[in-house]
């Protein structure tokens, strides 16, 4: 069954005072509802981030994770880590880890095994940029990162796989995708699951929307068959935005 999440990736944003305020804050006011609640704060504040959340339905996630299981990685974190305290879903494949950290497909297939392999959720991002969508590319682009990085996973894997779409011009810019264009990339994206596995998982595969949604664009973006959801940045460091948008649904 395809699940209903609103997950707030925070970036390089809240120090630790700042990450335990807002979730004592997100904590009170958020009633999850419909939609599954994930925060993915920075590394060294995820296991406060437990802490604070012990009590709540609130899941907290890690923003990217390193593909090999432990070694001479200086700076890096692996999947057992993770696990070791407790976060079990991971986002990778974001379109800044893409651009200022070089992450390729590839890679990224890499990373999705690692975290398969360990039992984490993955919740995959992926998008067009801006030249993609003007020269008519952009449907070419997000098949091909599907296909690169998730096609050599069996079905049954897909149950632990959550897909972001985030078109590049539409992060951080102000600028949304419109709830039409949103609806027509997640109805080709699922097209794209299904004629590679089955209807089954196309249908079952959670895809969540990302790119300045925000609390007065959050509903109608959601309101769309095929967008699950999304994933917030900027407006998840303010709780009641994040709260809004959580209750779009
Ligand atoms: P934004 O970021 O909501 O600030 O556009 C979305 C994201 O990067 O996941």
Request: proline fraction near 2%; aromatic fraction near 8%.
């Amino acid at each position: 069954m395809r699940k209903y999440i609103v997950a707030g990736n925070w970036k390089m944003n809240n120090d630790l005072t700042e990450t335990q305020s807002l979730l004592k804050a997100l904590k009170h006011e958020t009633n999850s509802g419909n939609a599954q609640v994930i925060v993915a704060p920075t590394y060294v504040n995820l296991y406060p981030a437990i802490e604070v959340l012990k009590d709540s339905d609130i899941i907290v996630a890690a923003q990217n994770m390193h593909q090999n299981a432990s070694g001479a990685f200086t700076g890096e974190i692996s999947a057992a880590m993770l696990k070791g305290i407790g976060v079990t879903t991971v986002i990778l494949g974001h379109s800044e880890r893409r651009a200022y950290f070089y992450e390729s497909d590839e890679l990224l297939a890499q990373k999705v095994d690692t975290a398969l392999s360990n039992d984490m959720r993955v919740i995959f991002c992926f998008g067009e940029e801006l030249a993609d969508r003007q020269s008519g590319n952009h449907e070419k682009i997000v098949e091909s990162q599907l296909r690169n990085a998730l096609f050599h996973l069996s079905a049954n894997q897909w149950s632990k796989i959550v897909l972001a779409y985030e078109p590049v011009w539409a992060i951080g810019t102000g600028e949304t995708a419109s709830p039409e264009q949103a609806q027509d990339m997640h109805a080709f994206i699922r097209k794209v699951v299904g004629g590679k596995y089955d209807a089954t998982t196309a249908d079952n595969v959670t895809i969540l929307y990302g790119g300045s949604v925000k609390p007065a664009n959050a509903k109608e973006i959601f309101s769309k068959p095929d967008v699950d959801g999304g994933l917030i940045g900027g407006a998840a460091l303010k709780a009641q935005d994040f709260f809004e948008i959580v209750n779009a649904f």
